[in-house]
């Protein structure tokens, strides 16, 4: 009997961690400006968890900095002026909310967004005329 207590005491302590480190991020993001709480929003399929965890924690004096670094590092060409998978993530973002309009919510945040957004316009597509009705 005794060992089962423990086991659940042991549980208990992880899930209040686990919860107060939650509504501690959950807190740093309700606090952030319009503009960085956009970036972070719309980059949500593309951030890792630690990267996001650094820019929730970093003086709002440094997020400019980090969101350039974030874009930076994950420039295919960085010799070219243009960072490409920037423009074409963005352009994927527009692309879903044209392609999925569902239920009121913009196409990128659906799960076919998503989809969409992570791995581009499908190789072949099936569309069926509408039949008249009569």
């Not at 650094?54 to 969101?67: A, G, H, M």
């Not at 919510?105 to 008249?132: E, K, S």
């Amino acid at each position: 009997m005794n060992h089962h207590i423990k086991k659940f005491s042991f549980i208990g302590v992880i899930f209040v961690i686990v919860l107060a480190g939650s509504c501690h991020y959950y807190n740093l993001e309700q606090q952030l400006s319009s503009d960085h709480a956009e970036f972070i929003n719309k980059v949500r399929y593309i951030i890792t968890k630690k990267e996001n965890r650094l820019f929730l924690e970093l003086p709002d004096t440094e997020k400019d900095k980090f969101i350039q670094e974030f874009w930076k590092k994950r420039d295919p060409y960085p010799t070219t002026e243009e960072n490409e998978f920037k423009i074409e993530y963005h352009n994927r973002i527009e692309q879903a909310n044209e392609l999925f309009i569902s239920e009121g919510r913009p196409g990128w945040v659906t799960d076919r967004g998503q989809i969409y957004i992570l791995f581009g316009p499908p190789m072949d597509r099936i569309t069926y005329p509408q039949r008249a009705m009569g």
